[in-house]
């Protein structure tokens, strides 16, 4: 069943009786009856649909109960599908048995804001620790985020493996390096991994409930912060779901200086990426002269825009920062240089017999279990999944300045790294295009405030692939819900299952060939 | 290997001093080491960073430490994995519930002095995430801390003046 618009399709198969539309913020979005939610999915991923996204939303400020959501993409198109819940018991049929994605999302909106998947068939809460009040649900209206909660005793069950010669090593939440918290465990058989599980969460701080504390312009600040490494992309999904919802539009140049940034920011976290992947092979001279490149970068963000990193640069209405000639001038001087550096380390990184021998064949995750688990970003590119949002929701400037196709199909960690060097490359030639055609005019202007009840929806592709951010105003128009997915909520669960049968030693590397936002995933 | 001795004499030495007025944002807490003990971490000073719920921009900027331009081992700094080994402990974030209990046992692993060192806004008073069911607030919430690098995040060139003021280093 394929028909060239997903949403065509959906209205026509549940009947136009079964699936209200809602006024268009973003993306459009369907309001089907909870019966039919998982039905939705059922058609959707037989029209060779990915699950984007899935999450729940407490309505009684508005006199309803709670509603399940749902965002689809196929190509170019993205939708929404949602559900009202009944009051009594709050529950929905679980999409797991037709998306393998669906199955964190829905331990998190079990364990966060206590409505049911029914079916699910991992009942252990997802982010909410096993020594948390069981019913504690921290998204939930009638939950006061002041209050701390009091620790209890608790037991978490994890995966087991039995047999002659299997045993388990535990890693984290501290790890070795300079990095972020979170827990691996795997059951492994002398060096090869049978199987590898992971507890995350450790780096949850509240911030989809702080959001609806915090005015949409504070907001902007606070999504900067969802993931440090990925500011730029956070702030510009949060500001253009916001904007969705106000039904309004940045200035035309404040969108082209977004993208600058936007792609700045690529590059210095792919040069990062490639800096800590040479030292994860122990090559210290690829890792020291990557590292060197970066930081050129990030005092050129320090000079131009007044911060390394670009943070609170961007916010609802445009940005707080324009690009003067001078600056132009400087990003121009510097890309050239930075490229031409930059050329001559790639011709020693593929010339690196070493680095092959450790990348080759690593983590190696096929085309086919990328599309099932709905893998996005460099993890997808680099097995065979054409997913960009910037070519497939092309949010102003990427219909005019469009980015290259980078798909590679080995889904190794060197397929990993390589879409990075292409993509620096690729980042490289679009900042320059930017810069030649950027139109003139104003970088800020304030977006009306947000009626009661408006929603927007928004997808972004950061530096590590597609964000998708849905915010929801309550009564008043103040923020009754802010919803986050970071691209590593999905390629967590890629990363599983890419190292089985790998080797133990090789684990470090292949994590950081995904190199997989902790802060993002547990929000 | 040509090519790789080439790039290396083409780069040469690009690691700066650093510049006084970075210590603005170094404020230091409670008491200092004795004497004999400074100069011991003066040229030897091993750090345990412990991410306790940070965004993880600031673990970008400790990273940078290490990095040709800041190169902290030219003051004898070091990351350890253990915290057994470690003199410091380098603490980001806001205190994550989840991560609190974490914290503590890699406090408790440490040999003394454990010096406590907290970069960044969170981990002064939970920045943006603030107190909350889920964040506990600044690092004093749960240990004692030494001294506090503020900056959101602070600059890498700040970490390193802020990690010398608290071993009282007269660099």
């Given at each position: 069943?394929?028909?060239?618009?997903?949403?065509?399709?959906?209205?026509?198969?549940?009947?136009?009786?079964?699936?209200?539309?809602?006024?268009?913020?973003?993306?459009?979005?369907?309001?089907?009856?909870?019966?039919?939610?998982?039905?939705?999915?059922?058609?959707?991923?037989?029209?060779?649909?990915?699950?984007?996204?899935?999450?729940?939303?407490?309505?009684?400020?508005?006199?309803?109960?709670?509603?399940?959501?749902?965002?689809?993409?196929?190509?170019?198109?993205?939708?929404?599908?949602?559900?009202?819940?009944?009051?009594?018991?709050?529950?929905?049929?679980?999409?797991?048995?037709?998306?393998?994605?669906?199955?964190?999302?829905?331990?998190?909106?079990?364990?966060?804001?206590?409505?049911?998947?029914?079916?699910?068939?991992?009942?252990?809460?997802?982010?909410?620790?096993?020594?948390?009040?069981?019913?504690?649900?921290?998204?939930?209206?009638?939950?006061?985020?002041?209050?701390?909660?009091?620790?209890?005793?608790?037991?978490?069950?994890?995966?087991?493996?039995?047999?002659?010669?299997?045993?388990?090593?535990?890693?984290?939440?501290?790890?070795?390096?300079?990095?972020?918290?979170?827990?691996?465990?795997?059951?492994?058989?002398?060096?090869?991994?049978?199987?590898?599980?992971?507890?995350?969460?450790?780096?949850?701080?509240?911030?989809?409930?702080?959001?609806?504390?915090?005015?949409?312009?504070?907001?902007?600040?606070?999504?900067?912060?969802?993931?440090?490494?990925?500011?730029?992309?956070?702030?510009?999904?949060?500001s253009?779901?916001v904007e969705?919802?106000a039904?309004f539009f940045a200035p035309v140049r404040a969108a082209?200086v977004?993208?600058?940034?936007?792609?700045?920011?690529?590059?210095?976290?792919?040069?990062?990426?490639?800096?800590?992947?040479?030292?994860?092979?122990?090559?210290?001279?690829?890792?020291?002269?990557?590292?060197?490149?970066?930081?050129?970068?990030?005092?050129?963000?320090?000079?131009?825009?007044?911060?390394?990193?670009?943070?609170?640069?961007?916010m609802p209405g445009g940005v707080s920062?324009?690009?003067?000639?001078?600056?132009?001038?400087?990003?121009?001087?510097?890309?050239?240089?930075?490229?031409?550096?930059?050329?001559?380390?790639?011709?020693?990184?593929?010339?690196?017999?070493?680095?092959?021998?450790?990348?080759?064949?690593?983590?190696?995750?096929?085309?086919?279990?990328?599309?099932?688990?709905?893998?996005?970003?460099?993890?997808?590119?680099?097995?065979?999944?054409?997913?960009?949002?910037?070519?497939?929701?092309?949010?102003?400037?990427?219909?005019?300045?469009?980015?290259?196709?980078?798909?590679?199909?080995?889904?190794?960690?060197?397929?990993?790294?390589?879409?990075?060097?292409?993509?620096?490359?690729?980042?490289?030639?679009?900042?320059?295009?930017?810069?030649?055609?950027?139109?003139?005019g104003k970088i800020f202007a304030t977006p009306p405030?947000?009626?009661?009840?408006?929603?927007?929806?928004?997808?972004?592709?950061?530096?590590?692939?597609?964000?998708?951010?849905?915010?929801?105003?309550?009564?008043?128009?103040?923020?009754?819900?802010?919803?986050?997915?970071?691209?590593?909520?999905?390629?967590?669960?890629?990363?599983?299952?890419?190292?089985?049968?790998?080797?133990?030693?090789?684990?470090?590397?292949?994590?950081?060939?995904?190199?997989?936002?902790?802060?993002?995933?547990?929000? | 290997?040509?090519?790789?001795?080439?790039?290396?004499?083409?780069?040469?030495?690009?690691?700066?001093?650093?510049?006084?007025?970075?210590?603005?944002?170094?404020?230091?807490?409670?008491?200092?080491?004795?004497?004999?003990?400074?100069?011991?971490?003066?040229?030897?000073?091993?750090?345990?960073?412990?991410?306790?719920?940070?965004?993880?921009?600031?673990?970008?900027?400790?990273?940078?430490?290490?990095?040709?331009?800041?190169?902290?081992?030219?003051?004898?700094?070091?990351?350890?994995?253990?915290?057994?080994?470690?003199?410091?402990?380098?603490?980001?974030?806001?205190?994550?519930?989840?991560?609190?209990?974490?914290?503590?046992?890699?406090?408790?692993?440490?040999?003394?002095?454990?010096?406590?060192?907290?970069?960044?806004?969170?981990?002064?008073?939970?920045?943006?995430?603030?107190?909350?069911?889920?964040?506990?607030?600044?690092?004093?919430?749960?240990?004692?801390?030494?001294?506090?690098?503020?900056?959101?995040?602070?600059?890498?060139?700040?970490?390193?003046?802020?990690?010398?003021?608290?071993?009282?280093?007269?660099?």
């Amino acid at each position: 069943m394929t028909m060239s618009n997903i949403l065509a399709m959906l209205v026509s198969a549940l009947g136009a009786q079964n699936a209200a539309q809602e006024p268009y913020s973003g993306a459009p979005a369907l309001r089907v009856p909870a019966a039919l939610f998982v039905r939705a999915a059922e058609l959707l991923k037989s029209a060779d649909s990915r699950l984007c996204a899935e999450w729940a939303a407490d309505d009684t400020a508005f006199g309803r109960s709670f509603s399940v959501w749902a965002a689809y993409n196929r190509g170019a198109e993205y939708i929404v599908v949602t559900s009202d819940l009944p009051k009594d018991a709050p529950s929905f049929p679980t999409l797991t048995k037709h998306y393998v994605a669906a199955y964190r999302f829905e331990r998190q909106i079990m364990g966060l804001m206590g409505v049911k998947a029914d079916g699910h068939p991992d009942m252990r809460p997802w982010i909410k620790h096993e020594d948390w009040p069981a019913d504690a649900y921290p998204l939930r209206k009638s939950f006061d985020a002041a209050v701390a909660l009091p620790r209890v005793e608790g037991r978490y069950e994890w995966i087991k493996a039995n047999g002659e010669g299997v045993f388990e090593i535990p890693v984290g939440p501290v790890h070795a390096g300079i990095i972020e918290p979170g827990h691996f465990r795997f059951q492994a058989v002398g060096e090869r991994i049978l199987n590898l599980e992971e507890k995350l969460g450790y780096v949850h701080k509240g911030i989809e409930k702080r959001f609806e504390s915090l005015s949409w312009e504070e907001g902007a600040r606070l999504a900067g912060r969802i993931s440090g490494d990925t500011t730029v992309a956070h702030a510009l999904a949060y500001s253009l779901a916001v904007e969705n919802a106000a039904g309004f539009f940045a200035p035309v140049r404040a969108a082209w200086v977004r993208a600058l940034l936007l792609e700045r920011e690529r590059m210095c976290n792919h040069l990062a990426d490639l800096a800590a992947i040479c030292n994860d092979v122990s090559f210290t001279f690829g890792y020291y002269q990557f590292g060197l490149l970066r930081e050129k970068l990030l005092r050129t963000n320090h000079r131009l825009f007044g911060h390394r990193l670009m943070m609170d640069r961007v916010m609802p209405g445009g940005v707080s920062v324009d690009i003067t000639d001078g600056g132009e001038g400087e990003i121009i001087a510097e890309t050239g240089e930075l490229m031409e550096e930059y050329e001559r380390l790639i011709n020693i990184y593929d010339d690196n017999p070493s680095l092959k021998d450790r990348l080759y064949g690593s983590g190696a995750l096929s085309p086919a279990k990328a599309k099932d688990m709905g893998v996005v970003g460099i993890a997808g590119r680099a097995s065979g999944q054409e997913v960009d949002a910037r070519r497939q929701y092309p949010f102003l400037p990427y219909d005019a300045v469009i980015p290259k196709s980078i798909v590679l199909r080995s889904g190794d960690a060197h397929a990993r790294a390589w879409v990075r060097i292409e993509e620096v490359r690729d980042s490289a030639r679009l900042s320059l295009e930017l810069l030649q055609k950027m139109p003139q005019g104003k970088i800020f202007a304030t977006p009306p405030a947000l009626v009661p009840d408006a929603k927007g929806f928004s997808a972004v592709e950061g530096w590590r692939g597609e964000i998708i951010c849905w915010v929801h105003a309550g009564p008043g128009g103040k923020p009754n819900r802010c919803m986050v997915r970071d691209p590593s909520a999905v390629n967590w669960l890629a990363l599983e299952q890419s190292v089985k049968e790998d080797m133990v030693p090789d684990f470090p590397l292949v994590n950081k060939s995904f190199n997989n936002s902790y802060s993002g995933n547990d929000l | 290997m040509l090519r790789i001795l080439h790039q290396i004499f083409r780069t040469g030495i690009v690691t700066e001093p650093l510049a006084p007025e970075e210590e603005k944002s170094v404020e230091l807490v409670g008491e200092r080491l004795e004497e004999a003990v400074r100069k011991v971490f003066e040229g030897s000073l091993t750090i345990r960073m412990v991410d306790a719920g940070s965004c993880n921009a600031c673990e970008l900027e400790i990273h940078a430490l290490n990095n040709p331009i800041y190169n902290c081992e030219r003051f004898g700094i070091t990351f350890t994995a253990s915290p057994r080994f470690a003199d410091m402990l380098l603490v980001t974030g806001p205190v994550a519930g989840n991560m609190e209990v974490a914290l503590k046992r890699a406090y408790d692993a440490m040999p003394p002095p454990k010096l406590v060192v907290a970069v960044g806004g969170c981990a002064y008073d939970g920045g943006i995430f603030g107190k909350s069911y889920a964040s506990k607030g600044g690092v004093a919430s749960v240990l004692p801390v030494s001294a506090y690098i503020h900056g959101c995040p602070p600059t890498p060139a700040a970490i390193l003046t802020g990690i010398l003021a608290a071993i009282g280093s007269k660099r």
